[in-house]
């Protein structure tokens, strides 16, 4: 029995943080009760890649990074303190940080994310729950959107992984896709390509930071059939290969976070996220901690982490 990806003995194991879980929940839904379930860090300040549709680079700032003590501070005061349940690491390239991912790992045993371009070879990492590996389209589009080369070498990295760590490497993939304007017409294509080599999919869709971004898929008859489409894929693959639920697909379809830059079904509270220096962002795990940076819009949000806690009945 696997649920998430998780087996029946892990789950025996992390009983006391499930009852932490069950605890928010029924916290938020009998008193409305407001305790993060996730968090997010932005472990370092570099990327090697500058992708198209990227909001990181849309607020970056020159300034130094934590070292692992200062990490270890940060993880006892936002992460620790607040019994989240899952971590993701992300950045920048959070894979040029191999001493902070350690140390999250060793903090949080197989219940820390690392989200990687996958350009770098993947390194196997005892304990960690799973890479998120970013594709965003077959290959063509995907160096479009990501730099040229940028496809051979993710995929060789993926491949190599899966062949190098034992007959079970595969179930420590999970595909990431955007959706944008440029590659919604790949999306079928991208799960044929990599459904026999990772184990799941999660698929969400481009967040501008300014109206009118050409990359933004506008609400439609376009975007709804992309949705559909995948939703049909759901039933075909019939092996929950693709993780987004339906009731989380439908609400791909339309607004569902806010009005213009604030949020306000969005539950930004459900998961603490902090910048590279350790201070949490706002509203969410795109913002930033400086009031001056530029805002995603929320009416056009697409993002998969909170959109997903709207489909299960939480709100803003
Ligand atoms: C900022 S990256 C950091 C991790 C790593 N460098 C990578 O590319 O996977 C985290 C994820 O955010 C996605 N992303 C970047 N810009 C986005 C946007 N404007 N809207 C939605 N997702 C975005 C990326 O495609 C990637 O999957
Ligand atoms: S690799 Fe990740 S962080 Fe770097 S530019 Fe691309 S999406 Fe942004
Ligand atoms: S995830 Fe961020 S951008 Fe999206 S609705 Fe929530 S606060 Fe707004």
Redo the contacts with the bound molecule.
């Keep these: 029995m696997e649920i998430m990806g998780r087996g029946f003995t892990q789950i025996i194991q992390e009983m006391p943080c499930y009852f932490h879980i069950f605890g928010k929940f029924a916290g938020y839904k009998l008193l409305n009760r407001k305790s993060p379930l996730y968090g997010s860090a932005d472990i370092i300040n570099v ?5 198209t ?5 849309l607020n970056r700032k020159e300034n130094e990074e934590l070292t692992v003590e200062q990490w270890q501070k940060v993880i006892d005061e936002k992460f620790k303190k607040n019994h989240v349940f899952i971590i993701t690491l ?4 959070p894979t040029l940080r191999p001493d902070v991912i350690d140390l999250f790992v060793k903090q949080f045993p197989k219940r820390v994310c690392i ?3 996958g ?1 770098l070879p993947i390194r196997k990492i005892p304990n960690l729950y799973f890479y998120w590996i ?1 594709i ?1 389209g077959t290959k063509e589009i995907h160096d479009k ?3 040229p080369g ?1 496809y051979d070498k993710t995929r060789k990295h993926v491949l190599e992984y899966v062949q190098n760590n034992g007959d079970k490497a595969w179930k420590d993939i999970w595909i990431t896709m ?1 959706i944008n304007s440029q590659n919604y017409k790949t999306v079928k294509d991208v799960m044929e390509e990599w459904h026999d080599h990772t184990n799941k999919i999660g698929f969400q869709f481009h967040t501008p930071f300014a109206k009118g971004d050409p990359l933004f898929l506008p609400f439609g008859p376009e975007r709804t059939r992309v949705v559909d489409d995948i939703m049909a894929m759901r039933k075909k693959f019939d092996d929950d290969y693709i993780i987004n639920p339906d009731s989380q697909l439908e609400l791909m379809k339309k607004n569902w976070g806010g009005r213009g830059t604030t949020p306000i079904d969005c539950p930004t509270w459900a998961i603490v996220s902090v910048d590279h220096m350790g201070r949490e962002k706002r509203p969410c795990c795109i913002g930033s901690a400086e009031n001056s940076a530029m805002k995603p819009i929320c009416e056009e949000c697409g993002l998969g982490c909170y959109s997903v806690l709207v489909g299960y009945g939480m709100k803003g």
């Excluded at 549709?53 to 680079?57: E, S």
């Excluded at 992300?90 to 390239?93: A, D, F, L, P, Y």
Aim: some cysteine; overall charge negative; proline content about 0%.
């Design positions: 990327c090697n890649l500058h992708c549709h990227c909001y990181w680079w992300v950045g920048g390239e989200v990687s371009n350009t970013s965003d959107i990501r730099g940028s955007t």
